[in-house]
Structures are given as structure tokens and as C-alpha cells.
């Protein structure tokens, strides 16, 4: 069959049509072997019964007309030839004496009804019988009747034609019974029909009613069962698909650098944040190896980075790495273990976030700090640092030796409340400063 070739008009008929087809082929079939037996049944009963005639009216005339063959009264034998040719089935009766008179009596001509390929069909032919008419050993001639089929073949017609009517009012009936069976049946394929031109159209809801007979009760119990498997499934992806529209929107948004990498180290994703901080597009950073990321001098640190991923281990860490134009900066990441929707171990997702300028921060804070100890300890004015609830957070060389106590030891304690000639008049606690400025007593 080509497959380019049109689908056949067989195809494109209903159920109900094709029923309909069939089972008018199979009655049309069923009658004509019905009428085929029947008629050859009638054509044998017709043949047998002309025979029969024939052979009985030869035998009622012949008794008869032997007293007239005797004595030669032709005139009467004439009459009762003429006589014997009234029958409906006699073509002729004749009779030839021993001198070769002939006297021959012809029927009345019966009119054929019956269609010519029925005539030839039935097979039926002219019929003769022939008797001798012979008395005290002398035969006195022969006696001859030709009987026509024309009426028996009629008859054997007519036969055939009331069978035909009653196979015709049987199968109007059965199909007509056929149609209203085939109607209900049917029904609930239309709505079946119906409710899966609806599902197709986007109406996961559709359902039809689980009746009728059990293989089409059964049907539409599936076709429900697969509906609502197929609204849990297309609710599950739109759920899924808002969930992952929301991820993607907040992957591309993120100001920290989020990437995937397959288990060779080949990155598999790159976000808007990647493309700022690492300076690649993600055009030109999907599908490259993640050693464009990694300092050329620093192979060993690449291959624990491949075993990492390769061992679905997870990491937090800070290292350093370089950007597309060469320069160097500090990240701080966070890598896990990457897997497919069927839970296969794939690779690995990072996320990265530039801290190259708030390491350059506290790089610079902790240069001024150490500055600031520094000139602190060269002073020759005690100095003491104390937090908000008065704790002692700091002494400079000068302070220990005008208070007596270590630094180490003074860290954390609370300044004594001070009374007498320090304190006010009202006992009130003096400035932290005089009251450490005391001795190394005046401290808690």
C-alpha cells in the first residue's frame, strides 16, 4: 500500500453505515441461496409433477379410445383427442394408427410469465409419453400426449417470487430491528466521541457516563480513568512549569553566579549573574570546560574539583578564580550534587557570589587596626577601651602599668563602683576612667 496514497472511501464510513453494509450483503447473500434451493426444489416438484400428469392422463384417455380404435370411428377418437388437449399442461396429444392416419389435437397456448433466464435456469423441457394401443395381440396404433412446462415453470415462479417477498418483508424487518440495537449500542461511542473531542480540545474534565453494555461500560470507565490520570498529569506539569518559570526567573535575576556542570567538569547552564561576575556569555561559557574559570598554575586544585563532582560531594568553600579578561577574584561557593528526574547522579550546581571586594575590605580594616594598635601601644598615656556595658575590651602597655593589671587579665571585666574622694557627692560612680585610674582594686 502506498503510503502517500489517499485513505479508501471504505474508510470513511460509520459504524453504523458499515453494519449496515454488511449485514445487507449478508442477507442479500443468505436470500439468494435461499432462493437458488427453493427454486431448485420447486423445478424438480414442477418436473415431477408434470411427469406424473402426463403419465396419468395418458393412462385416463388411453382405456377409452380403444373401443373407437377398434371399430375405426375416427370421428369420435377425433372429438376425444380434442377433448384430452384441454388441460392447461397439454401441448398436443396425437395419435398415429397402423397405416399411418395421424389425428393430432393441440392445446390452447399458455402464456410464459416466468423471465427467460428462469426458463433456462429451471432446465425444464417438453415432456411426451407414448402408449400402444393393442388388443388380442393387434397393435391398432400408438397414442402420444406432449405435455408443456410453460405453466408448471409459471407456477414454479411464482413460488420463487412469494419467497422472495417474505425474505424481503424478513430482512426489512431485521434490519430495520438491526438499526434500533446498533442505535442504542452506539450511543455511548457518540458520547465517547464527544468527550474525547473535548479532552482534545483542552477539557480535562470530560467524562462520560460508565453505562450500557459491559464492553462499552468498560470502555468508558477506562476513557474516565484515563481522563482524570491525564488532568493529574497535565495539573502536575502546569504546577511543575509555574514552579520551574519561578526557579528560572529567580536563577536569572540572582546577583550571585549560579552554574551547572556535567560530571567531565563541562558547564551544562550559566546565569545573567555568571555572565557579570565571571565576565563570559553564556554563549560562549555553555559547553566549555570549567578550567576557563581556574588559574593555569594551579592544576592540582582543577582535578580535586573533577573528583569532587565525579563523588557527588558537597562543598563550601572560598578560592580564587579568574575572569575572562585575566584578572583575579575571590568568590565564596557553594556546590551539591546535581540529579536527573530519575535520581541519576549528573553532575554538580554552584553557587557563587563575588567577595573580592569585602576581602579587600577587611584586608584594609585589619591594616588599620593593626596601625592603630600599633601607635596605641607606643603611647605613654594608659589607654582603656570598654564596651557599652562597660566591660574592658582593650589596655595599651601604658594602662597595665598604671593599673597593675595584664591585659589578658583585665579583658571583660567590669569597672568597680568608686565612692569617697573620687566619687560624688551623692555616691554616684565616677567615670570608668578614674575609677581604673585608682589601683588595680577598684576593678570587678
Not at 415453470?153 to 417474505?166: C, H, I, S, Y
Amino acid at each position: 500500500m502506498n503510503p502517500g496514497a489517499p485513505p479508501s472511501r471504505s474508510c470513511t464510513l460509520s459504524i453504523r453505515a458499515r453494519l449496515l453494509l454488511v449485514t445487507l450483503a449478508t442477507l442479500v447473500a443468505c436470500s439468494v441461496l435461499v432462493l437458488v434451493f427453493a427454486g431448485r426444489e420447486f423445478t424438480a416438484q414442477a418436473r415431477a409433477e408434470l411427469a406424473d400428469r402426463v403419465e396419468r392422463h395418458l393412462s385416463l384417455i388411453a382405456e377409452p379410445m380403444t373401443a373407437q380404435v377398434v371399430v375405426g370411428d375416427y370421428e369420435v377418437l377425433a372429438k376425444m383427442l380434442d377433448e384430452a388437449a384441454r388441460r392447461t399442461y397439454i401441448a398436443e396429444v396425437s395419435w398415429v394408427d397402423s397405416h399411418g392416419v395421424v389425428l393430432r389435437a393441440l392445446g390452447e397456448p399458455v402464456e410464459n410469465v416466468a423471465p427467460d433466464w428462469f426458463v433456462r435456469w429451471t432446465g425444464i423441457a417438453r415432456i411426451a409419453r407414448s402408449r400402444a394401443i393393442e388388443v388380442g395381440g393387434k397393435v391398432y396404433g400408438q397414442l402420444t400426449i406432449a405435455a408443456s412446462a410453460v405453466a408448471h415453470v409459471n407456477q414454479a415462479w411464482d413460488r420463487v417470487l412469494t419467497v422472495g417477498e417474505l425474505l424481503l418483508l424478513a430482512s426489512g424487518v431485521l434490519l430495520a430491528i438491526q438499526q434500533l440495537v446498533v442505535e442504542r449500542a452506539l450511543r455511548p461511542l457518540a458520547q465517547l466521541s464527544a468527550a474525547a473531542r473535548r479532552l482534545g480540545a483542552g477539557d480535562y474534565a470530560a467524562r462520560i457516563p460508565a453505562r450500557g453494555p459491559p464492553e462499552l461500560a468498560a470502555l468508558a470507565g477506562a476513557f474516565n480513568g484515563m481522563a482524570a490520570n491525564l488532568q493529574r498529569v497535565v495539573t502536575s506539569l502546569r504546577d511543575a512549569l509555574a514552579h520551574n518559570r519561578l526557579l528560572a526567573t529567580v536563577v536569572e535575576q540572582s546577583n550571585d553566579a549560579i552554574l551547572t556542570k556535567d560530571l567531565d567538569g563541562r558547564i551544562t547552564s550559566w546565569n545573567r549573574g555568571a555572565e557579570r561576575i565571571f565576565g563570559y556569555a553564556a554563549s560562549e561559557a555553555i559547553g566549555a570546560h570549567v578550567s576557563i574559570l581556574h588559574s593555569p598554575g594551579k592544576p592540582g586544585e582543577l582535578d580535586t574539583v573533577i573528583d569532587r563532582v565525579r563523588n557527588a560531594r558537597p562543598a563550601v568553600f572560598e578560592a580564587e578564580r579568574v575572569r575572562k579578561d585575566g584578572s583575579l577574584i575571590t568568590i565564596a561557593s557553594s556546590v551539591s550534587p546535581l540529579h536527573d528526574e530519575a535520581g541519576r547522579h549528573v553532575g554538580e550546581i554552584s553557587v557563587i557570589r563575588d567577595i573580592t571586594a569585602n576581602k579587600q575590605a577587611e584586608q584594609a580594616l585589619f591594616v588599620a587596626r593593626e596601625r592603630a594598635r600599633v601607635t596605641l601601644d607606643a603611647l605613654g598615656e594608659g589607654v582603656i577601651r570598654v564596651d557599652a556595658g562597660e566591660r574592658i575590651e582593650y589596655l595599651n602597655p601604658a594602662a597595665e602599668r598604671l593599673t597593675g593589671w595584664r591585659a589578658d587579665a583585665a579583658l571583660g571585666r567590669r569597672c568597680a563602683r568608686a565612692t569617697g574622694p573620687y566619687g560624688g557627692s551623692n555616691g554616684s560612680r565616677p567615670p570608668c576612667a578614674t575609677a581604673m585610674g585608682r589601683n588595680r582594686d577598684g576593678w570587678s
